[in-house]
């Protein structure tokens, strides 16, 4: 587990953080530009010097402002993924890979990051002749070699066009699987959070305003400004249960009294999945349709109700365990009548959770 807790200024901006992090799977942190993401991730790894606070890694203390223990980055054992991948341009990607880490070309760990990587085929290649998303792979590779107890990673895709972004994601998430290490990981984009972030540390103007598991974060108020309007959805983990007899369906369990119909999921029975829904793919009745073509009719409560900025109502409820969201009109509030903590029945299409919107766990 790493523990960190840093207290320090640099002119006018201040870092004032405190939190823990698992001991594997990944950790995004997310925010505006300029709080404090990328300072922060640059004390952990030794780069900067706080003026206050503990780093403490799997009970190894890093740094601690108190008895003035401070470790140089090359004692943290801390791997780093900057933005850009900084590869030596005269070296070959073997030796890119092995730079500081030598009589590792045979060992299993080099032979698993290269075929994770799918970088065999690039080994005897100058980084000149790579495209942007396999240098960052060998740049993965590279901080993986040192067989770091927690890996950083600035950012990875921002450098990236589309294209390079989508080939890249898949080996991101297969790396957070494969390597029981914590990673923190930087970045601006929600779908890249959807695709590979466990825990979630939202932080604003050098503090953290809010922490925790990725589907409990992103329904909250501070992820407003990020997610309001047309942008508002829910994030839900469930299991997929069965696939339809007859139709092209699969059912994922939610919770004990709640499960949802999606077009069919090339997956096995008991895997985990997590499930993007879009706030207009929602909407709500009073009482359960004796026949409706939409395959997901749920009961639920009205937890609270909020006008946007464009004067439509952001609906939070309560679904068995899970908070959803609902984007309807003034007009339908009205007519139905709707108040908080009114009980309604929840209406989603199964054909509007694309595959775009889930991914596997």
């Not at 494969?178 to 590979?196: A, G, N």
């Not at 990725?214 to 469930?238: A, F, H, N, Q, Y």
Request: a negative charge; charged letters at 25%; aromatic letters at 6%.
């Amino acid at each position: 587990m790493l523990k960190v807790s840093i207290n320090t200024c640099l002119g006018q901006f201040c870092l004032d953080c405190a939190f823990d992090v698992p001991k594997t799977g990944v950790t995004a942190i997310f925010g505006r530009s300029g709080s404090g993401k990328t300072s922060l991730i640059n004390h952990i790894a030794g780069l900067r010097s706080a003026e206050a606070g503990l780093i403490q890694l799997h009970g190894r203390e890093l740094y601690n402002s108190e008895t003035g223990i401070y470790l140089p980055p090359e004692k943290r054992n801390i791997g780093y993924v900057f933005q850009e991948p900084r590869l030596f341009p005269h070296y070959s990607v073997r030796e890119n890979l092995l730079y500081g880490v030598r009589n590792k070309s045979d060992s299993e760990l080099f032979q698993l990051i290269i075929q994770l990587l799918a970088i065999e085929t690039l080994l005897d290649r100058r980084p000149t002749t790579l495209s942007g998303g396999e240098k960052q792979r060998v740049a993965i590779g590279r901080a993986l070699l040192t067989e770091p107890d927690l890996l950083l990673m600035d950012e990875p895709l921002a450098s990236l066009d589309l294209p390079r972004k989508k080939e890249l994601l898949p080996y991101l998430s297969r790396l957070s699987k494969e390597f029981e290490i914590p990673i923190l990981y930087v970045t601006h984009s929600l779908d890249e959070i959807i695709q590979l972030a466990d825990h979630m540390i939202l932080l604003d103007q050098g503090k953290i305003t809010q922490s925790g598991k990725v589907e409990k974060i992103w329904g909250c108020e501070e992820m407003r400004p990020w997610l309001e309007g047309d942008s508002r959805s829910s994030l839900l983990t469930g299991e997929v249960k069965q696939h339809h007899k007859e139709y092209p369906m699969t059912s994922i369990v939610l919770d004990a009294n709640t499960s949802l119909w999606m077009p069919k999921l090339d997956l096995s029975p008991g895997q985990q999945v997590r499930l993007r829904i879009r706030a207009n793919d929602v909407s709500l009745t009073r009482k359960m349709p004796e026949s409706s073509s939409i395959r997901n009719i749920l009961p639920g409560r009205i937890s609270s109700m909020k006008i946007d900025a464009n004067q439509q109502i952001e609906v939070n409820l309560k679904l068995g365990d899970n908070q959803l969201w609902s984007h309807i009109t003034a007009w339908a509030k009205d007519d139905l009548a709707l108040q908080e903590d009114d009980q309604v029945f929840v209406q989603i299409k199964g054909i509007s959770l694309t595959k775009d919107d889930w991914i596997d766990l």
